[in-house]
């Protein structure tokens, strides 16, 4: 008997908890093309700011390129160019944040991308490898 209601407790218990658990999407996670089409004019903005010109380098995804993406970003210098929208004042900064790790900076790979989540901001990075 014991046993039975111990059983019952434990399935009743964690189907309250599982239950309460929801997969809810945060916001829009976009890369380089999309980006392009969406927000065009920031990220045009962001490289005239620091003057980047990325045409040369090969583009990396960060999600597509996984291994590749890791490496570069735990071994290599980098820096990272962020512009942040502000959703809710319309206010728009914009950063330099340089990476310094073990082996220097290849100058060599970019990746550009974006999360626009729901509510507060919008941030869109590019990071020179």
């Given amino acids: 008997m014991k046993k039975l209601i111990t059983i019952v407790l434990f399935i009743f218990i964690s189907n309250l908890s599982f239950s ?41 995804k960060f999600f597509g390129d996984f291994e590749l993406s890791q490496e570069l970003h735990d071994n290599y210098s980098y820096t990272t160019y962020v512009y942040a929208l502000d959703k809710k004042t319309g206010v ?16 060599k790979y ?12 919008k941030i869109i990075n590019i990071k020179v490898f």
């Avoid at 944040?97 to 082996?103: D, Y």
């Avoid at 970019?110 to 626009?116: L, S």
């Fill in 20 to 60: 309460q658990i929801q997969a809810v999407k945060a916001g829009n996670y976009y890369e380089l093309n999309d980006l392009w089409k969406r927000d065009s004019i920031s990220v045009k903005q962001l490289m005239d700011t620091y003057k980047l010109d990325i045409s040369n380098l090969v583009y990396v």
């Fill in 92 to 107: 728009v900064t914009m950063e330099s944040i340089p990476h310094v790790k073990k082996l220097p900076k290849p100058n």
């Fill in 110 to 121: 970019v990746m550009v991308y974006c999360f626009d989540n729901y509510t507060d901001s």
